[in-house]
């Protein structure tokens, strides 16, 4: 309130105080009165606790995308067997008896068989890996879960198909003459150790494939040149009997060869220890631990991200 002085001069009151607020950045204002940013990334240990009470969530997604696949097919389930076995059959035509890979390859039915089984899984786990955020925008945007929940449960969905593949699997290997014997058992440790490897591939392409679309395209490319390198229509023991050492060490070390090479010992008789890599199965629980924490890893760190712009 201002008052007139003697000589009539206006006075003025002392001007009013700042706002309390005023020169606090954003970041100190949503401290000081407890704000958190939306849809923030959790730390990761909160955030792999959410994922396990998501586990219900994902087991269930898998299994209704498992008997969604193939519902516009007219032999539905039985696809999940005959790709790879169609597979299987041109390759043995082109690698076994127009190239002749299978030379000096005993049982090389089963030996072919178990290689396309094998690879198949991981190659099925990367390519619907890799679209499991893109893909799935609609789901993501509408709800509030943890999103590695998607390609987890996809890589969960390939090995529910292995599963019932081995059936077939095991049926051909049978009928090529093998016989069941204790190593038969070591296919389960095999399995589970891929199925982590893949689990981590997959989580880390998904992140990759959430902003570069393309690569849903080009990915079919670079697994099928990763195949090839891989031993699953040849020995790799045969090929590199006469390369330079580094090339078998590097072809030795590829982790689609090292599950390969475990399944195969597993289920084959003339498939020997001597043929494997040393350190095979340290290798093999090496890639799984490498893939499965560093895709997880990576992933994670991207997770507010997934599903804007």
């Given at each position: 309130?201002?008052?007139?002085?003697?000589?009539?001069?206006?006075?003025?009151?002392p001007p009013p105080a700042p706002p309390a607020d005023d020169g606090l950045s954003p970041a100190q204002l949503a401290a000081k009165y407890g704000l958190s940013v939306s849809g923030a990334r959790p730390g990761l240990v909160e955030y792999t606790r959410q994922l396990w009470g998501r586990r219900h969530f994902i087991n269930e997604f898998a299994k209704a995308r498992t008997q969604a696949q193939y519902t516009q097919a007219r032999l539905g389930q039985l696809w999940q067997v005959m790709t790879p076995l169609l597979n299987a059959a041109v390759y043995y035509l082109i690698f076994g008896l127009l190239i002749g890979t299978s030379k000096g390859i005993d049982n090389f039915v089963a030996?072919?068989?178990?290689?396309i089984f094998i690879f198949t899984f991981t190659q099925s786990s990367v390519l619907s890996g890799v679209r499991a955020v893109a893909g799935n925008l609609g789901l993501i945007r509408a709800l509030h879960f943890p999103r590695a929940s998607m390609p987890i449960a996809f890589t969960l969905m390939q090995l529910q198909q292995l599963l019932m593949s081995m059936i077939v699997l095991v049926a051909i290997v049978l009928m090529t003459g093998?016989?069941?014997?204790?190593?038969?058992?070591?296919?389960?440790?095999?399995?589970?150790?891929?199925?982590?490897?893949?689990?981590?591939?997959?989580l880390a392409v998904a992140r990759l494939g959430s902003k570069m679309t393309d690569l849903a395209q080009l990915m079919p490319f670079i697994l099928r040149t990763w195949m090839y390198t891989s031993g699953v229509m040849y020995s790799i023991d045969q090929l590199t009997d006469t390369a330079p050492h580094y090339v078998r060490v590097l072809l030795d070390l590829n982790p689609a060869a090292v599950y390969i090479d475990l399944m195969r010992f597993a289920l084959i008789d003339s498939v020997t220890s001597s043929q494997l890599p040393p350190h095979v199965w340290a290798i093999a629980v090496g890639w799984a631990l490498l893939a499965g924490i560093g895709g997880y890893v990576y992933f994670w760190k991207a997770e507010e991200l997934y599903g804007r712009g």
């Open positions: 309130m201002s008052e007139t002085t003697h000589d009539g001069a206006v006075a003025v009151g030996f072919l068989v178990t290689g093998e016989v069941p014997g204790p190593s038969w058992l070591l296919a389960v440790p095999a399995l589970l150790t891929q199925w982590v490897f893949n689990t981590g591939l997959a």
